[in-house]
C-alpha cells in the first residue's frame, strides 16, 4: 500500500500537529490525575505520551527554520528570542500560580523561586521538566545546526547522534554523593526524550523542499527502530512519533479549513506551551484547594475535577498566550 506523505504539510500543519501533540500529552495525563478507567484504557491513554517528542520534533525544525533564516543580530540575537518566547509566558503563569499560594498563606518565596529557576528539576525532579529542558537544547542548538549544514549525510550524522545520547543515558552512573545522583539521573532522564529533537534539525531542509515519502514505509521504519532499541535495551518509545505524524497529516488533510475541529486545533497548537504549563499549575491548586479536599462525592472517579483543570486550564493559556503576544510585540518595536 502506497501512502505518499510530502513533508511540507508537517510545516504546513504545523500549529495543528501541535494542538494534537497537546491534546495526546492531556489524555495521558489522566491517569496520573488518578482518573479511575480500566487498565486497557489507561495503557492507550499512555501512549499520548509521545506528544512530548511531537513537540520536540517540531521545535527542532522550528530552531532550523529561524537559524536558516538568521541575517541581523546574529548568535546572540536567536538565542534571545528564543528564550524570550518561552520565559515570557513562562513567567506570566506564576502570577496565578504563585497568587493562589499567596492568598492560601501556603507560599515560600524561595522555593518558588528555585522552582522557577528550572534547577529544581535537575536537583529533585520537581517544577516543568520540558522547559528545564528546553534551556540547554536551545543553547546547545546552533551547534547542532553548523554539524548538520556541514555534512551531505543529516539523517546518518542524526542517527549516530540519536545513538550516542541513548547510549549515554542508559549507563548506569553512580556518584559518591546523593546530590550529584540526582542530578546525573535527572540528565538522563531528560535527555533521552532529545531525539525527536535532533530528528527534526536533521530533517528540516526535506521539509523545507517538499520531498515526497512513503508514509507506510516510515511506519514500518518506526516500528522497526523501536523493536531494536528495545532489545538493546535503549530508550525507545520516542519512535512512535513518526506514526503520529503521519497520521495526523493524513487526517487533516482530509479536514476542511473551515471546519471546527481544525480550528480547535488551530487554537489549542497556538497555546501549547502556556497550555502544558497550566495543565500542571492548576492541578497543582486544584489539589491544594479546601473544594478538592473536602472529599465531595463530586470528584467520585477524579472525571469532574480532570475535566474542570482542562478547562480552566485552557483559558488561563489563552489569556496568558495573549498578553505573551503583546509583550513580546512590544519588545520587537
Same mark, same amino acid.
Given at each position: 500500500?502506497?501512502?505518499?506523505?510530502?513533508?511540507?504539510?508537517?510545516?504546513?500543519?504545523?500549529?495543528?500537529?501541535?494542538?494534537?501533540?497537546?491534546?495526546?500529552?492531556?489524555?495521558?495525563?489522566?491517569? @496520573?490525575?488518578? *482518573?479511575?478507567?480500566?487498565?486497557? *484504557?489507561?495503557?492507550?491513554?499512555?501512549?499520548?505520551?509521545?506528544?512530548?517528542?511531537? %513537540?520536540?520534533?517540531?521545535?527542532?525544525?522550528?530552531?532550523?527554520?529561524?537559524?536558516?533564516?538568521?541575517?541581523?543580530?546574529?548568535?546572540?540575537?536567536?538565542?534571545?528570542?528564543?528564550?524570550?518566547?518561552?520565559?515570557?509566558?513562562?513567567?506570566?503563569?506564576?502570577?496565578? %500560580?504563585?497568587?493562589?499560594?499567596?492568598?492560601?498563606?501556603?507560599?515560600?518565596?524561595?522555593?518558588?523561586?528555585?522552582? %522557577?529557576?528550572?534547577?529544581?528539576?535537575?536537583?529533585?525532579?520537581?517544577?516543568?521538566?520540558?522547559?528545564?529542558?528546553?534551556?540547554?537544547?536551545?543553547?546547545?542548538?546552533?551547534?547542532?545546526?553548523?554539524?548538520?549544514?556541514?555534512?551531505?549525510?543529516?539523517?546518518?550524522?542524526?542517527?549516530?547522534?540519536?545513538?550516542?545520547?541513548?547510549?549515554?543515558?542508559?549507563?548506569?552512573?553512580?556518584?559518591?554523593?546523593?546530590?550529584?545522583?540526582?542530578?546525573?539521573?535527572?540528565?538522563?532522564?531528560?535527555?533521552?526524550?532529545?531525539?525527536?529533537?535532533?530528528?527534526?534539525?536533521?530533517?528540516?531542509?526535506?521539509?523545507?523542499?517538499?520531498?515526497?515519502?512513503?508514509?507506510?514505509?516510515?511506519?514500518?521504519? &518506526?516500528?522497526?527502530?523501536?523493536?531494536?532499541?528495545?532489545?538493546?535495551?535503549?530508550?525507545?518509545?520516542?519512535?512512535?512519533?513518526?506514526?503520529?505524524?503521519?497520521?495526523?497529516?493524513?487526517?487533516?488533510?482530509? @479536514? &476542511?479549513?473551515?471546519?471546527?475541529?481544525?480550528?480547535?486545533?488551530?487554537?489549542?497548537?497556538?497555546?501549547?506551551?502556556?497550555?502544558?504549563?497550566?495543565?500542571?499549575?492548576?492541578?497543582?491548586?486544584?489539589?491544594?484547594?479546601?473544594?478538592?479536599?473536602?472529599?465531595?462525592? *463530586?470528584?467520585?472517579?477524579?472525571?469532574?475535577d480532570y475535566i474542570l483543570i482542562f478547562i480552566l486550564g485552557t483559558?488561563?493559556?489563552?489569556?496568558?498566550?495573549? %498578553?505573551?503576544?503583546?509583550?513580546?510585540?512590544?519588545?520587537? &518595536?
Open positions: 500500500m502506497n501512502l505518499i506523505i510530502d513533508l511540507s504539510k508537517v510545516s504546513l500543519y504545523r500549529t495543528q500537529l501541535m494542538g494534537i501533540a497537546a491534546i495526546l500529552i492531556v489524555l495521558c495525563h489522566a491517569s @496520573l490525575y488518578g *482518573v479511575q478507567m480500566c487498565s486497557v *484504557v489507561s495503557t492507550i491513554l499512555n501512549i499520548g505520551n509521545i506528544g512530548v517528542d511531537v %513537540f520536540l520534533f517540531l521545535s527542532g525544525m522550528g530552531c532550523y527554520y529561524s537559524l536558516n533564516k538568521l541575517k541581523s543580530g546574529g548568535i546572540l540575537s536567536w538565542y534571545k528570542r528564543r528564550f524570550l518566547r518561552i520565559f515570557i509566558p513562562y513567567a506570566l503563569s506564576q502570577i496565578p %500560580f504563585w497568587g493562589f499560594y499567596i492568598i492560601n498563606g501556603n507560599f515560600n518565596f524561595f522555593d518558588s523561586l528555585y522552582e %522557577f529557576s528550572t534547577l529544581s528539576f535537575w536537583t529533585r525532579h520537581t517544577g516543568m521538566w520540558y522547559i528545564a529542558l528546553l534551556i540547554p537544547l536551545y543553547i546547545l542548538t546552533p551547534l547542532l545546526y553548523i554539524m548538520f549544514e556541514r555534512t551531505k549525510h543529516r539523517l546518518l550524522l542524526g542517527f549516530m547522534l540519536i545513538l550516542v545520547v541513548l547510549i549515554l543515558c542508559s549507563i548506569n552512573i553512580k556518584a559518591d554523593n546523593a546530590f550529584y545522583n540526582n542530578i546525573i539521573d535527572n540528565l538522563q532522564w531528560a535527555f533521552r526524550r532529545t531525539a525527536s529533537f535532533i530528528l527534526g534539525i536533521a530533517i528540516s531542509p526535506a521539509i523545507k523542499k517538499g520531498i515526497k515519502i512513503n508514509g507506510m514505509g516510515v511506519i514500518a521504519c &518506526s516500528v522497526i527502530t523501536l523493536l531494536v532499541l528495545k532489545y538493546c535495551g535503549l530508550s525507545h518509545n520516542w519512535c512512535l512519533f513518526p506514526i503520529i505524524i503521519v497520521l495526523s497529516i493524513v487526517f487533516l488533510d482530509n @479536514l &476542511s479549513i473551515e471546519n471546527l475541529l481544525n480550528h480547535f486545533l488551530c487554537m489549542i497548537g497556538m497555546i501549547s506551551l502556556e497550555s502544558y504549563l497550566y495543565n500542571g499549575y492548576v492541578r497543582y491548586m486544584f489539589m491544594d484547594s479546601s473544594i478538592y479536599t473536602c472529599n465531595s462525592p *463530586v470528584f467520585l472517579g477524579h472525571y469532574l483559558i488561563l493559556a489563552y489569556i496568558t498566550n495573549r %498578553f505573551s503576544n503583546k509583550i513580546l510585540h512590544l519588545l520587537k &518595536s
